[in-house]
């Protein structure tokens, strides 16, 4: 869906679209999933105000630019003190009128004030299906390689509320594939990415949107919604 007047108010105080911040680090097949689903209408009234990328080569800062989403580099090498990156992305964050941060492959630990500020509005994907193969170290194809190495027979991604300690606050979605004797970490991490990434990260996205989402003693309970003939679904 197309931002048009994101950053405008509807008459009565309230905006109309969810913006979301997107915050990546690299390649940008997560961004593309979520462009994609927003521009057929899948994820709701989303608004993509920002993408801020942690690198200035990354390859998502493209996929975005072509999409014309205001995209913002805070670079990690340049600005070296913590305090300072965390200052200016919360003013980024502000500035946008972000309603929800998605993590997309953003390869840094977000700062105790962005994380206080956006308490529970704050996701990520994860590349595994934790607790397994997760926390500091375990991003990119590391949980792949330790998938295989301790020859798991399924594995998978999450997209979980980030909290202060790495793939660690409450899952919200999870999604598998199995793993097969003639899997290599790259054909692992390819299938994960198509098949579960891909998949559980817009609709994640779709289900906050709709207020589906809710945390309760550090657990998500997803909330289903009834189809036209009565069933629950979610
Ligand atoms: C994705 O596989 C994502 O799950 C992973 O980085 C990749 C980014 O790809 N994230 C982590 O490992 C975080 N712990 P992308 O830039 O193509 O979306």
Redesign the pocket.
């Known amino acids: 869906m197309p931002c048009g007047d994101i950053l405008g108010e509807k008459p009565g105080g309230k905006r109309s679209k969810m913006n979301i911040a997107v915050l990546?680090?690299?390649?940008?097949?997560?961004?593309?999933a979520i462009m994609d689903a927003n521009r057929n209408n899948q994820l709701g009234n989303v608004c993509i105000s920002i993408v801020i990328s942690s690198k200035p080569d990354?390859?998502?800062i493209k996929r975005a630019e072509i999409e014309n989403i205001p995209v913002l580099v805070l670079s990690k090498k340049e600005i070296s003190d913590p305090r300072e990156y965390d200052r200016r992305m919360l003013s980024a964050l502000d500035r946008a009128q972000t309603d929800i941060v998605v993590?997309?492959?953003?390869?840094s630990l977000l700062g105790p004030d962005v994380v206080s500020r956006y308490e529970n509005r704050i996701i990520?994907?994860?590349?595994s299906l934790i607790p397994a193969f997760?926390g500091p170290g375990?991003?990119?194809i590391?949980?792949h390689q330790a998938a295989i190495d301790r020859g798991v027979k399924v594995s998978g991604?999450t997209v979980h509320f980030v909290n202060r300690n790495?793939?660690d606050g409450p899952i919200i979605l999870q999604k598998a594939v199995c793993v097969f004797n003639e899997d290599t970490p790259e054909s692992l991490?390819l299938r994960?990415?198509t098949e579960c990434?891909q998949v559980i990260l817009p609709k994640a996205i779709r289900l906050i949107a709709e207020n589906r989402v809710i945390v309760e003693n550090n657990k998500v309970i997803l909330l289903a919604e009834e189809d036209a003939a009565g069933k629950e679904r979610l």
């Open positions: 990546v680090s690299g390649g940008g097949t997560n961004l593309q990354a390859y998502a993590l997309a492959g953003f390869l990520n994907i994860h590349p997760c375990m991003y990119g590391r949980p991604a790495y793939d991490q994960v990415m990434e």
